[in-house]
């Protein structure tokens, strides 16, 4: 029996050993159609494959950007879950209006906690029902954003970058009114499913954070607090800054 879309598996609640983060090209006016599909009839396919659909969103500096990130249980049960997704009756039926949407869908991140605990905890969280093929609207969108910052790191920085970044980020974060969702770091294992292509040769740090609609006062906060000043020092190239807003049927953000 078909699990109802706004009840993720009880087991994959509470953390993703495994996560990719997806960056879409889109061409030019094409986001809401992509949306349209994915958030009406993606999700429960992927997450009867056994992945876990933890966010989708509209890049709010990038209008042809569609970002989104989903978790796995392990190397071996991606493998085992991309290959049935994408092997089987959903996909086929939504692929080839879904790839019109894209010009490239090639940028993802292979990602794991940056420590014991650091995914999401997604209790208690569910989507609404959409019923037929309702389209989510812009109305539908939450007043928060969520933002992920990509910190792209020196070869062997990360177990010293993450421990800085908790003792000495998180703090500063939860003081200007944000809210710490997630930290991840590189996922270097050879990828258990090359059909689909990963930055392999990308070291990074990864934050996933909430706000409300002060972010921008609260960015300029945090840029000048020494602590966040020191952390990107050393770093190997400038910090990239996703602004996200989340779709109506996506997990995080709620």
Known sequence: MSRPVNAPPKSRLDAS?????????LKPGQRETL???????????????????????????????FVWLRGFDGMEM?????????????????RDVANATMI???????????????SFDLTGLQREDLPGDKKPSRDNCFSGIVVIRIHHLRPGAEAD?????????????????????AAFVSEHAENSFPRLPVRTSENVFITVT????????LGAALAAAPAWQALQLGLARPTEMLRLSPTSQSLLGR
């Open 17 to 25: 050993p495994v996560v990719e983060l997806r960056q879409y090209v």
């Open 35 to 65: 949306i349209g599909v994915f958030d009406n009839h993606l999700i429960e396919g992927q997450e009867d494959a056994g992945m876990t659909i933890i966010g989708q969103f509209r890049d709010i500096d990038r209008p042809d950007m």
């Open 78 to 94: 991606r493998k085992n879950a991309l290959a049935a997704f994408y092997e089987g009756p959903v996909w086929a039926a939504w």
């Open 104 to 118: 490239s869908s090639d940028d993802v991140l292979l990602l794991k906690p940056a420590w014991p605990g650091a």
């Open 161 to 181: 970058f993450a421990s800085r970044f908790e003792t000495d980020a998180i703090p500063v974060l939860a003081a200007l009114g944000a809210r710490p969702l």
């Open 210 to 217: 909430s706000f409300d609609n002060a972010h921008a006062s």
